[in-house]
């Protein structure tokens, strides 16, 4: 199966400051890289997603690069601010699988 | 729309009892999933089906079986509890579309824990 790593486990910047987050997998077969965020006690949901053909999408403050031959992708958050405090997990599709990293604890501080 | 929706949302059982999840989508989706989430795990896929009447293991599947009956549902059950089943769960559906690269749309999540 699919192995995704995703580092730093915790991230603490500045209100304003930029957030990058990184995610390794080992199947060239995936084809899909979707980024969610989790806030405590709810359901993780989707901010940005990614396909294998594609080596860069940005939707405002958030962005997400992917290198399919280093096999890696990173989340970036530009200004950041205190509502982006969050959980936020990489994840990687392998045919009908989604296999996820273990999650990265953003905090803001303002 | 409802979208995905899971029952029961909390439940305490003692080890050895059996017990049923259900996952209810209202989206019309063909692929549904069971996801387990632990403290500093991520969420780990147990079980999925690609369409009714069919199911498929994922990485974690021991001590849990599905169906799928219907195609708004997905079923997990619990045979008998064990401590290590204590966690949350998620269930997901999503529709491949035409490059099969579609989001999952999640349920509120069911704590569960095991005595």
């Known amino acids: 199966g699919e192995n995704v790593e995703q580092h730093p486990s915790t991230l603490s910047v500045q209100e304003g400051d930029s957030a990058v987050i990184k995610c390794t997998y080992s199947?060239?077969?995936?084809?899909?890289f979707p980024w969610y965020k989790q806030e405590l006690g709810k359901r993780p949901q989707l901010i940005i997603d990614i396909r294998s053909n594609v080596g860069e999408k940005k939707d405002q403050r958030i962005a997400v690069t992917l290198n399919k031959t280093a096999k890696h992708f990173s989340l970036h958050i530009t200004e950041t601010q205190p509502e982006d405090s969050a959980v936020y997990f990489c994840a990687a599709r392998l045919v009908y699988q989604f296999y996820f990293g273990t999650g990265t604890s953003l905090t803001v501080i303002p | 729309n409802a979208g995905v929706t899971q029952t029961p949302k909390f439940r305490v059982l003692k080890t050895g009892q059996s017990m049923t999840l259900l996952c209810a989508q209202d989206m019309n989706h063909e692929y549904m999933y069971w996801y387990r989430q632990d403290p500093g795990m991520g969420l780990r896929l147990i079980h999925y089906s690609v369409g009714e009447g069919t199911t498929a293991k994922g990485e974690v599947p021991d001590g849990y079986n599905v169906s799928r009956l219907k195609k708004q549902n997905f079923l997990l059950g619990l045979e008998s509890a064990a401590p290590s089943q204590t966690s949350v769960y998620f269930c997901a559906s999503r529709d491949p579309g035409l490059a099969g690269m579609n989001e999952q749309f999640f349920g509120p999540g069911t704590r569960l824990t095991v005595l």
């Open positions: 199947d060239s077969a995936s084809n899909y």
